[in-house]
């Protein structure tokens, strides 16, 4: 079993950035792919972007696209959220996901390991 643990949420302001990071433990951190989700209140959880096991393969959502990026350090295991320019629309809890393959899915349903979820609050 792999155990995920999220910091760096917080409030921003509108155009601001801020990074999360994600710590993983209990599995071979290379084989798995790490993806970011979020969920706004009274909306379900949606798919933010996330990263193969490898670092080759990047998928995002459209909403994201050339505002966050996502990076990984194997020999921490960590990954990292770097959202930039961010929008009130942004605000949501954000969580951090991994994936028993190393392969990547933009399905919340194949992403077998879940953190906790932290609070990320865009300011207008």
């Known amino acids: 079993q792999a155990q995920l643990v999220e910091s760096g949420g917080g409030l921003v302001q509108a155009g601001g950035s801020l990074r999360l990071s994600c710590a993983a433990s209990?599995?071979?951190?290379?084989?798995?792919?790490m993806g970011w989700f979020r969920q706004a209140p009274g909306k379900e959880r949606e798919f933010v972007i996330a990263?193969?096991?490898?670092?080759?393969?990047?998928y995002y959502a459209d909403s994201v696209k050339g505002r966050f990026t996502i990076s990984r350090d194997n020999a921490k295991n960590t990954v990292y959220l770097q959202m930039n320019s961010l929008k009130p629309e942004d605000t949501a809890v954000y969580y951090c996901?991994?994936?028993?393959?190393?392969?990547?899915?933009?399905?919340?349903?194949?992403?077998?390991?879940w953190g906790q979820g932290t609070q990320v609050t865009v300011s207008s």
């Open positions: 990263r193969s096991g490898s670092g080759s393969t990047t």
């Open positions: 209990g599995r071979t951190f290379s084989s798995l792919s």
């Open positions: 996901a991994a994936r028993s393959r190393g392969w990547p899915s933009k399905l919340s349903t194949e992403y077998d390991y």
